[in-house]
């Protein structure tokens, strides 16, 4: 990696990698202007990471002008003055490292709070930009319709042993279609608004500090995905990690338990930033924005196992059915909870 610390300019003293997140390797440098992040981008995946520099960048700027307290992670170029690096087939790009840590599960109900109020400001500060200047990083990322065609298409096409083993799964699943008709209503309603969306705000994605012994919520980070979406996908996506004590990796069914009090926190915290932007029809879909999303995560573990892991790959065996038992556990203890 010298190389690529030479265009910076760092003299790097220490480098370590952190294990988080499934789709890009992330490292900390340490060097002698600071710490940065350092990340590869899955070009496999996001096809084309100069779709994601851009939005970065462009969003940066209007922050600079418009909003110029608000904590965002703006990349940081080259001496050549590029913000995506293309090396040996790879692509790197750098941000400052803000002094904070992320968690990979809660351990107090405020926490929820504090994380799903940072995602609804992140949206609300940028409801003047214009949306549709931002590129598209994922086509169809949240697209229920489009992921139930995927699983509709690996329960013919996979791998023939996880079917069979796979069809109490697949059967609840394939029970629980009516979820895809209530998000294309959903999203064809003319109280349903684009918005400028994050698309993965689960509870790693956003730094805490402890500020004056509280601990306190300052930024998100993890930006790929940040795309014209609706709020169901983030508000969606936070009832996946920020209700239950245990991650999507737990294989003990019987520790997904759903805190009620967690969704009061996690529905008010949005609400600080967000409740005079969204209409009553899509107040109303709360509920709906939970069972959407950990149903399409559901969907997509399980699509992924039976195409032998090829989108997040697995590391052990079973582990992206795992994934999906969870998941549904999770979806269903949803269902009894918050309905
Ligand atoms: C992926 O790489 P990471 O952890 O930020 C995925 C999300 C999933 C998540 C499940 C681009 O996110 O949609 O919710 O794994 N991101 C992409 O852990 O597919
Ligand atoms: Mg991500």
Redesign the pocket.
């Known amino acids: 990696m010298e190389s690529i610390f030479n265009k910076y300019g760092w003299m790097v003293l220490s480098v370590q990698q952190l294990h988080q ?4 390797a992330t490292f900390i440098v340490n060097t002698n202007e600071g710490d940065f992040i350092l990340q590869t981008v899955n070009h496999h ?1 996001f096809k084309d990471p100069y779709a994601i520099d851009f939005n970065i960048n462009a969003i940066g700027h209007y922050l600079k002008k418009e909003a110029p307290d608000y904590l965002f992670t703006h990349l940081i170029p080259t001496k050549d003055g590029k913000t995506l690096i293309e090396w040996e087939g790879k692509f790197f790009r750098a941000f400052k490292k803000i002094d904070g840590y992320s968690l990979s599960f809660l351990t107090t109900p405020i926490q929820a709070k504090e994380a799903a109020a940072q995602f609804g400001f992140f949206t609300q500060v940028l409801s003047p930009f214009k949306i549709d200047t931002l590129k598209i990083t ?1 086509p169809d ?1 949240h697209n229920l319709s489009l992921r139930y065609h995927q699983f509709s298409k690996a329960i013919i096409n996979g791998n023939v042993n996880r079917i069979e083993s796979s069809k109490e799964a697949i059967l609840f699943l394939q029970s629980n279609q009516q979820l895809v008709n209530q998000f294309e209503k959903f999203i064809a309603h003319s109280d349903s608004s684009l918005r400028v969306t994050h698309h ?1 705000t ?1 509870i790693s ?1 956003v730094l805490f500090k402890n500020i004056k012994d509280v601990e306190t919520a300052i930024c998100v980070i ?1 930006l ?2 940040v795309m014209p979406g609706y709020f169901i996908s983030d508000v969606g ?1 936070m009832c ?1 990690t920020y209700l239950c004590k245990v991650t ?1 990796e737990e294989k003990d069914l019987n520790l997904i338990q759903i805190e009620k009090g967690r969704w009061d926190k996690l529905k008010n915290g949005y609400l600080t930033y967000m409740r005079s932007a969204l209409s009553n029809f899509e107040i109303d879909h709360f509920e709906f924005a939970g069972q959407f999303m950990i149903y399409m ?1 559901a969907l997509r573990f399980l699509t992924d196992y039976l195409n032998n892991d090829m989108y ?1 790959g697995a590391k052990y065996e079973g582990q992206n059915y795992v994934r999906t038992i969870n998941q549904i556990e999770l979806l269903k203890q949803f269902n009894e909870t918050i309905n």
């Open positions: 997140g499934l789709i890009n995946i994922l990322f993965d689960k994605n993890d790929d995905t996506d996946r999507e995560q997040y």
